[in-house]
């Protein structure tokens, strides 16, 4: 039986001490192209200013969700691992240039250390994303966080460490933006019950979406934690799999490939539908046009001015909008 398909988000209204003056003193630039070469020249900037920034950035307006959208109604903006080609994947530095930058939420992985820590890392070894080898699950916290997880990327983040998902959600609590949690691979029920306790200890639990591949996994989290957001993560959005999400309870359904045709089968299911990994305006334009409900990217600066630059007056403002003139109205699915 399907829970959560006419639920609302929780309206989590803070006050707003931040300003006009955040958006408009913090200047970082934004990324022109793909990839490391790419990403050299803002790296020193995102280290320096968006850090140096985040005190400011505390207790502001969350931005409301509309879970199911019309055709040419925009969605949300997801950054894919932080702000990942700014500043180095899952780690903090990149979480925080995303919301400096305007995303609605900021995507992240999550594996379990060797003695059971919740660490924010996409890979199942350590190898492509820090100065060390080995298998994450064979290591423990403190060899992982012995690790160098930014030199890879640019000097500028030496000694950047791979993050707890207890650690990003504290900086999150209170920030003007939302998470994706990803469960890689199949969790244990203790497991899962460890982070989604933790989810709800930051008082997150009403703005978090959890997401994974295995539907065994999606299926323990409804089990373990119905306040939460879950949705089915898939390659192709079809009817087989619209049916899956539905019947395990997610709420959402996020394929790397869609359709208007499932994009809507979808919605008559009550299920949002945010699409992976997208980065070029062409594509952005056609999930549009289909009525996607969010696009994850590796280029969430350039999402939120295309975003911003069709968004209509009955639909939600931008952030630096929101930001000048207060509180949104509540009232979203």
């Known amino acids: 039986m399907r829970r959560r398909g006419r639920r609302l988000w929780g309206t989590a209204v803070v006050s707003v001490a931040v300003c006009a003056a955040t958006a408009a003193t913090l200047s970082v630039p934004p990324v022109q192209a793909a990839g490391p070469a790419a990403s050299l020249p803002v790296a020193r900037a995102v280290s320096s200013e968006v850090a ?13 969700l509309t879970v199911l959208r019309s055709p040419g109604e925009t969605g949300v903006v997801i950054a894919h691992r ?26 992240l992985d999550i594996r379990l250390s060797e003695d059971g820590v919740p660490v924010v890392i996409h890979d199942s070894t350590v190898d492509r994303t820090t100065d060390g080898s080995g298998v ?58 460890a982070t989604v306790d933790m989810i709800a200890a930051a008082g997150l639990a009403d703005t978090t979406l959890v997401q994974s591949f295995s539907e065994t996994t999606v299926a323990r989290i409804a089990a373990a934690a119905p306040r939460l957001r879950l949705a089915l993560l898939t390659h192709d959005l079809d009817a087989s799999t619209v049916a899956t999400a539905a019947a395990i309870g997610a709420d959402a359904v996020n394929p790397r490939n869609a359709t208007a045709r499932e994009v809507a089968l979808a919605h008559r299911e009550r299920l949002g539908v945010l699409v992976w990994t997208q980065d070029a305006v062409t594509d952005w334009e056609a999930l549009t046009a289909m009525g996607v409900d969010g696009i994850i990217t590796n280029r969430p600066d350039a999402l939120r001015t295309w975003v911003d630059g069709r968004v209509s007056p009955t639909q939600t403002p931008s952030a630096s909008a929101r930001r000048s003139s207060g509180p949104a109205s509540p009232g979203y699915k």
């Open 82 to 107: 932080g702000d990942s080609l700014a500043a180095p994947e899952n780690t903090m530095p990149a979480f925080i240039s995303s919301i400096a930058r305007g995303a609605d939420y900021l995507e």
């Open 52 to 64: 140096s920034s985040l005190a400011d950035l505390d207790m502001v307006i969350l931005r409301p």
């Open 136 to 193: 994450v699950a064979e290591m423990t916290l403190e060899e992982l966080r012995a690790l160098d997880a930014g030199s890879w990327l640019s000097d500028a983040f030496a000694k950047t460490r791979i993050p707890t998902l207890d650690e990003v959600l504290s900086m999150v609590r209170g920030k003007d933006v939302r998470v994706v949690i990803e469960y890689k691979g199949t969790w244990k029920k203790s497991a899962v019950r």
